[in-house]
């Protein structure tokens, strides 16, 4: 950690993804993030603000699974914050619908000025892994330097200020698509870096990535048990892993099964683990299910497992990952990922996980942003869409014995970004 607070992090407590994004750069503020929905002293008038947004969301992420109807109203949601399409290149610097009405509240209600007042007493530079709160800081007055990570391959129109051209909020773009996208959306180049998503350190291995390597090469056994992938391209895997390359399996096939902030989704988990009942039984695999901070999950899943007759394998080829508190939750995830030969999520922030070598199978996306990630991780070849949950281990079986996963590892791990976590802290300690 740095001998001194060198910034300000500041994140909301809504779902994972603008969490995880603050928890690698917590360093430079003495491991401390700054939660502007929930932080001590909080007036009520904002934490409310905030919980009602909060609510909605949560509510129509789970209500997206009801039959018909839930579709329709996630369809109309999702228009009011959608990504444009990014062809033709074209001026997008006008005001989105959503972003009007954020500044309303912000202005009208000056929402989130007694937080940016609070920090004003120390101008550090503001990191926020959130738009909203970095409007709040410009239009507050703050007096330092204003950051935003972007936590998505691509962002909707909302992220960047209805003043654009005058702003004075710097951006760190997590890929080359989002740097173009903030220029069609009027942010000035000089107010642009394209840093990559910041990924957390104890999965990374300093700048040389040599924790990467080391997991990478003790993966691709796993995913390539034929030797397919490992054979035709030997080359270009040592010139990535040098002696990192391991040629024997040293652990069980072993997948993770992550839901989402909402808990969305857990039942597509125990249908993973229904699917591969048999795998399990022989030792071939082993699955991960992480439930995060939601006790509703857990039970859920230790339930459902002891409902198909496999509590017996719980703790050892099945492990739940929960924890009380997201800090402990990402601490154990982090530590998970080691281990881990294929992560199975919708197309979060962890899609940006794959540049830690992991091949990732995708869930239904929720929401456009994830749409677009899906689309990146298809692009980059380092994910593939679910096939068939009612018969897993039938195609799961045949893109692993043809070395697909291996070769999405390897691609996931060279064509991802994977300093931002670098990249960000060292441009911070250059203000």
Same mark, same amino acid.
């Given at each position: 950690?740095?001998?001194?607070?060198?910034?300000?992090?500041?994140?909301?407590?809504?779902?994972?993804?603008?969490?995880?994004?603050?928890?690698?750069?917590?360093?430079?503020?003495?491991?401390?993030?700054?939660?502007?929905?929930?932080?001590?002293?909080i007036?009520?008038?904002?934490?409310?603000?905030?919980?009602?947004?909060?609510?909605?969301?949560?509510?129509?992420?789970?209500?997206?699974?009801?039959?018909?109807?839930?579709?329709?109203?996630?369809?109309?949601?999702?228009?009011?914050?959608?990504?444009?399409?990014?062809?033709?290149?074209?001026? *997008?610097?006008?005001?989105?619908?959503?972003?009007?009405?954020?500044? +309303? @509240? %912000? &202005? #009208?209600?000056?929402?989130?000025?007694?937080?940016?007042?609070?920090?004003?007493?120390?101008?550090?530079?503001?990191?926020?892994?959130?738009?909203?709160?970095?409007?709040?800081?410009?239009?507050?007055?703050?007096?330092?330097?204003?950051?935003?990570?972007?936590?998505?391959?691509?962002?909707?129109?909302?992220?960047?200020?209805?003043?654009?051209?005058?702003?004075?909020?710097?951006?760190?773009?997590?890929?080359?698509?989002?740097?173009?996208?903030?220029?069609?959306?009027?942010?000035?180049?000089?107010?642009?870096?394209?840093?990559?998503?910041?990924?957390?350190?104890?999965?990374?291995?300093?700048?040389?990535?040599?924790?990467?390597?080391?997991?990478?090469?003790?993966?691709?056994?796993? *995913?390539?048990?034929?030797?397919?992938?490992?054979?035709?391209?030997? +080359? @270009? %895997? &040592? #010139?990535?892993?040098?002696?990192?390359?391991?040629?024997?399996?040293?652990?069980?096939?072993?997948?993770?099964?992550?839901?989402g902030?909402?808990?969305?989704?857990?039942?597509?988990?125990?249908?993973?683990?229904?699917?591969?009942?048999?795998w399990?039984k022989?030792?071939?695999?082993?699955?991960?299910?992480?439930?995060?901070?939601?006790?509703?999950?857990?039970?859920y899943?230790?339930?459902?497992?002891?409902?198909?007759?496999?509590?017996?394998?719980?703790?050892?080829?099945?492990e739940?990952?929960?924890?009380?508190?997201?800090?402990?939750?990402?601490?154990?995830?982090?530590?998970?990922?080691?281990?881990?030969?294929?992560?199975?999520?919708?197309?979060?922030?962890?899609?940006?996980?794959?540049?830690?070598?992991?091949?990732?199978?995708?869930?239904?996306?929720i929401?456009?942003?994830?749409?677009?990630?899906?689309?990146?991780?298809?692009?980059?070849?380092?994910?593939?869409?679910?096939g068939?949950?009612?018969?897993?281990?039938?195609?799961?079986?045949?893109?692993?014995?043809?070395?697909?996963?291996?070769?999405?590892?390897?691609?996931?791990?060279?064509?991802?970004?994977?300093?931002?976590?670098?990249?960000?802290?060292?441009?911070?300690?250059?203000?």
């Amino acid at each position: 950690m740095p001998k001194k607070k060198v910034a300000h992090i500041v994140a909301v407590d809504m779902g994972y993804g603008h969490l995880r994004a603050a928890y690698p750069l917590a360093e430079l503020a003495q491991g401390e993030i700054i939660n502007a929905n929930t932080y001590k002293g909080i007036p009520k008038s904002d934490r409310e603000i905030w919980r009602l947004s909060r609510k909605f969301y949560e509510f129509i992420s789970r209500f997206k699974r009801m039959p018909v109807v839930g579709e329709k109203a996630f369809e109309l949601f999702d228009k009011f914050q959608a990504i444009p399409p990014f062809y033709p290149r074209r001026d *997008l610097s006008r005001p989105s619908t959503q972003l009007k009405q954020t500044m +309303r @509240t %912000i &202005r #009208k209600k000056q929402w989130g000025k007694h937080l940016i007042e609070k920090l004003a007493k120390e101008p550090l530079p503001m990191i926020n892994t959130f738009f909203v709160t970095a409007f709040m800081a410009e239009e507050h007055g703050y007096p330092g330097d204003i950051f935003v990570v972007v936590p998505d391959t691509d962002i909707s129109r909302a992220w960047v200020s209805d003043h654009p051209n005058t702003s004075r909020i710097k951006y760190f773009a997590s890929t080359r698509q989002v740097v173009e996208r903030l220029k069609m959306y009027g942010v000035k180049k000089e107010n642009i870096y394209f840093t990559g998503f910041p990924l957390p350190k104890e999965n990374l291995g300093g700048s040389k990535l040599s924790t990467v390597r080391r997991d990478l090469g003790r993966r691709l056994p796993n *995913l390539d048990p034929n030797g397919v992938y490992r054979r035709r391209y030997a +080359r @270009t %895997i &040592r #010139k990535y892993l040098g002696n990192f390359v391991r040629q024997k399996p040293t652990r069980p096939l072993t997948i993770m099964f992550a839901v989402g902030g909402a808990g969305a989704q857990r039942d597509i988990g125990i249908k993973i683990v229904q699917g591969l009942k048999e795998w399990i039984k022989s030792g071939q695999v082993k699955i991960i299910l992480v439930s995060g901070i939601h006790n509703d999950v857990n039970r859920y899943f230790t339930s459902s497992i002891s409902k198909l007759g496999l509590s017996r394998y719980l703790g050892k080829a099945i492990e739940i990952i929960y924890a009380l508190n997201k800090e402990q939750y990402f601490s154990a995830f982090n530590k998970a990922l080691h281990k881990v030969d294929i992560l199975w999520t919708k197309p979060s922030e962890l899609s940006f996980y794959t540049a830690l070598g992991i091949p990732i199978i995708m869930s239904e996306p929720i929401g456009s942003q994830e749409e677009f990630n899906r689309d990146w991780l298809e692009m980059i070849g380092s994910g593939m869409r679910q096939g068939d949950l009612d018969y897993i281990a039938e195609w799961l079986g045949d893109v692993i014995e043809r070395g697909w996963f291996a070769e999405a590892a390897m691609e996931g791990f060279i064509e991802a970004p994977n300093l931002g976590t670098f990249n960000i802290i060292n441009l911070i300690k250059q203000h």
